[in-house]
């Protein structure tokens, strides 16, 4: 038997993001805290009446109405799906493909180009300077020179944490010759939003996730803000009825608990700040600035025996020290308030062991 895969596919490798038995597990940006208990309580109840013989609403109707009127948007300006993962896997169906490229800043979220490559889109790659910003004249040159179909930006930056400009999006937008893809996963967590630049004159979409902000990663729920032009073309590509019941009902009831939501983020911002701060104060570590619910930061010494000197410790961290580009770099979600006490601790016996 010899029954082969695309050629590019075989020579693709997965997408990992080793998990560890530990105590503390600070390395997949998700929320510290469930869901509020009365929201898991009536999406039971919604589940209950759900007639489970029929196919869901294939148009998300209520969702995206939901959803349109939380951000200001019409429901046709929204497309719903698992995860901004399968949102960005749609958006590439329909405007990269064979023939096509998609441009990318590195170091960013390694699924942009990886569900690109799956979907054969060529990548273009921009590079960001040291500080992890992207250069406006660079991109601007990087977009007029390779011609994507499709550019993403990621902001704040995953694993960076770097937010970007008003001033770098206008250079975007001026040189892209096609969609531009702003994936704020961790868009709560900061102040600038390109949502408000949404219209129908723009191809321009913003992708957002309930797996983060609102402490949802179980259930599988993403959305797009487009034109609606744009949103008519993912809602043909898309799989004829993607999203259970169960995942429509779960984004609508929570849209109802938005105030406990906000609260969760004033928490762990407030939070973020303290990290940064520890962090800063512990000797030969620099920490970048974050806008989102992590940091990034380098270690004084060899970044890999420090990220498994913390698992010895009991809390598990990304380690991105074998990335190209980030090489020396650890990233620490934000957690509670005691898990981050616990990992600056931690950290700091470590660097005090090393000697550094
Ligand atoms: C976590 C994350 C996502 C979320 O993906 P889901 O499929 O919605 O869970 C998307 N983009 C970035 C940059 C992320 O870090």
New binding site residues.
Partial sequence: MNVLPRPDIAALEGYHSPQLAVSVRLNT?ESPYPPPREFVERWLDGLARVPLHRYPDRQATSLRGALGEFHGHDPDRIFVAN????VLQTLLLAYGGQGRRAAVFEPT?A?HSHIARISGTEIVVGTRQSDFSIDPIQARRLLVESKPSVTFI?SPN?PTGTVETGELLDAVIEASPGLIVV?E??GEFTATSALSRVSDALPLVV?R????VWSM?AV???FAIGPRWVIAELEKVVLPYHLSAASLLAGEIALEFAAEMTERVGTLVAERERLASGLDALPGVVAYPSGANFILFRPPGDAHAVWRSLVDRGVLVRDFSAWQGLEGHLRVTVGTSQEVEIFLTALGQVVADTGA
């Fill in positions: 940006n995860g901004s993962n399968e979220y699924l990621c995953n994936d996963a961790y992708v996730t309930y797996s983060k990663a599988r729920l993403g």
